[in-house]
């Protein structure tokens, strides 16, 4: 529901039957809370501005086929899920090849790195492309002369553009296509190769660890090299196209320390730089502690914060606060000028609590 909150967006609640039942007291006071926050918001007409946007290609996603088969990582990260009793369950991540992780993982990526993200239709953006700072093109792989334009006109604007894997490459199978759309030259590599780059900086692993893929592609002259394939080819780059920064990534792979770096060089706002998946918008952050500790929030503007479930200041005319949080819990925070009246409105409700450190 914070979430939601941030999003200015419906929530979205699992059934009643599904497992994950909302019905025990604690869940119907956070709802009165976030119901009390929800109304002053839209009392002040509290907007959202987010300066990513996460573009996934619809008619791709058609053409895609459905896989059963899964593979192991041998990455060593981890998933997380909850089960309706609230014991965490881990276990070692698996990815489905190429169709699934390229949104489905994708996206709890970008949740996690620090950054709120907008959900765009890539044949949409020629209508509705907004000012985002990066756009990171998921599967791009068809396009038409309309969708052409748009992107070319986002490059000529400045903005930065991610690119996976193949870009452009179903329209026609040319290479001609890939660097129409993207401004950046390209060859195909021969052979099978593993769909994964090692990153120069640190030299960690990211990608496919043991599926290897027959069609694989790398920039031909790029200004700035990340990363490189099992062969040495660059697999991760970094090109001046026009007045944009594009980056290319061979893998759709991706991890969250290159998504921060790839928001940090394109001059977004990193709210938090934990690997907590968290959200906000004008006035409002949410933040679910994967790990404990303590977590550091670095707000947009000087203000006064509010921890809406706690009811109380966490600290006043700053744009940093810092909180210590438990495993699994989740937070929400208002931080804004008019920040004691909420607390007021909080406190008054007759039920009025904070709740427990574990919930």
Same mark, same amino acid.
């Given at each position: 529901?914070?979430? !939601?909150?941030?999003?200015?967006?419906?929530? %979205?609640?699992?059934?009643?039957?599904?497992?994950?039942?909302?019905?025990?007291?604690?869940?119907?006071?956070?709802?009165?809370?976030?119901?009390?926050?929800?109304?002053?918001? =839209?009392?002040?007409?509290?907007?959202?501005?987010?300066? *990513?946007?996460?573009?996934?290609?619809?008619?791709?996603?058609?053409?895609?086929?459905?896989?059963?088969?899964?593979?192991?990582?041998?990455?060593?990260?981890?998933?997380? #899920? %909850?089960?309706?009793?609230?014991?965490?369950?881990?276990?070692?991540?698996?990815?489905?090849?190429?169709?699934?992780?390229?949104?489905?993982?994708?996206?709890?990526?970008?949740?996690?790195?620090?950054?709120?993200?907008?959900?765009?239709? !890539?044949?949409?953006?020629?209508?509705?492309?907004?000012?985002?700072?990066?756009?990171?093109?998921?599967?791009?792989?068809? %396009?038409?002369?309309?969708?052409?334009? $748009?992107?070319?006109?986002?490059?000529?604007?400045?903005?930065?553009?991610?690119?996976?894997?193949?870009?452009?490459? @179903?329209?026609?199978?040319?290479?001609?296509?890939?660097?129409?759309?993207?401004? =950046?030259?390209? $060859? #195909?590599?021969?052979?099978?190769? @593993? $769909?994964?780059?090692?990153?120069?900086? /640190?030299?960690?692993?990211?990608?496919?660890?043991?599926?290897?893929?027959?069609?694989?592609?790398?920039?031909?002259?790029? /200004?700035?090299?990340?990363?490189?394939?099992?062969?040495?080819?660059?697999?991760?780059? *970094?090109?001046?196209?026009?007045?944009?920064?594009?980056?290319?990534?061979?893998?759709?792979?991706?991890?969250?320390?290159?998504?921060?770096?790839? !928001?940090?060089?394109?001059?977004?706002?990193?709210?938090?730089?934990?690997?907590?998946?968290?959200?906000?918008?004008?006035?409002?952050?949410?933040?679910?502690?994967?790990?404990?500790?303590?977590?550091?929030?670095?707000?947009?503007?000087? !203000?006064?914060?509010?921890?809406?479930?706690?009811?109380? =200041?966490?600290?006043?005319?700053?744009?940093?606060?810092?909180?210590?949080?438990?495993?699994?819990?989740?937070?929400?925070?208002?931080?804004?000028?008019?920040?004691?009246?909420?607390?007021?409105?909080?406190?008054?409700?007759?039920? $009025?609590?904070?709740?427990?450190?574990?919930?």
């Amino acid at each position: 529901m914070s979430v !939601a909150l941030c999003r200015c967006s419906p929530p %979205y609640l699992y059934a009643l039957a599904s497992g994950v039942d909302l019905n025990s007291p604690e869940c119907s006071a956070a709802g009165r809370d976030i119901h009390t926050v929800q109304r002053f918001c =839209i009392e002040r007409n509290i907007g959202r501005h987010a300066e *990513v946007a996460f573009v996934a290609s619809e008619k791709s996603i058609c053409a895609m086929p459905d896989l059963s088969g899964f593979t192991k990582a041998e990455t060593g990260r981890w998933m997380q #899920s %909850y089960r309706s009793d609230g014991i965490v369950l881990r276990e070692a991540e698996k990815i489905a090849v190429f169709n699934g992780e390229v949104f489905g993982l994708a996206h709890t990526r970008f949740a996690r790195a620090g950054v709120p993200v907008d959900y765009l239709l !890539a044949e949409d953006i020629k209508n509705r492309p907004g000012n985002y700072k990066l756009y990171a093109f998921l599967n791009l792989f068809t %396009y038409d002369a309309e969708t052409l334009a $748009a992107v070319k006109n986002l490059r000529a604007r400045g903005a930065t553009i991610l690119w996976l894997y193949a870009p452009g490459w @179903l329209n026609r199978r040319s290479l001609d296509d890939m660097e129409s759309l993207t401004g =950046i030259a390209f $060859a #195909s590599m021969s052979g099978q190769t @593993l $769909a994964g780059v090692t990153v120069k900086s /640190d030299g960690r692993y990211m990608g496919m660890p043991s599926v290897k893929v027959a069609q694989m592609f790398y920039p031909v002259r790029p /200004d700035e090299v990340l990363g490189v394939y099992e062969d040495g080819r660059p697999g991760l780059t *970094v090109s001046k196209t026009g007045n944009s920064l594009s980056f290319f990534s061979g893998t759709w792979q991706l991890d969250v320390p290159f998504i921060r770096t790839l !928001a940090e060089r394109a001059g977004v706002h990193i709210w938090c730089d934990t690997d907590d998946p968290i959200e906000a918008n004008d006035c409002l952050f949410t933040l679910h502690a994967r790990s404990s500790g303590l977590k550091t929030v670095h707000l947009p503007r000087k !203000a006064t914060v509010v921890d809406v479930f706690a009811k109380r =200041i966490m600290v006043r005319d700053s744009d940093v606060f810092t909180f210590e949080a438990k495993l699994h819990s989740s937070y929400l925070f208002y931080f804004g000028t008019d920040a004691e009246k909420l607390v007021s409105e909080l406190r008054s409700r007759r039920d $009025a609590r904070p709740y427990p450190a574990k919930r």
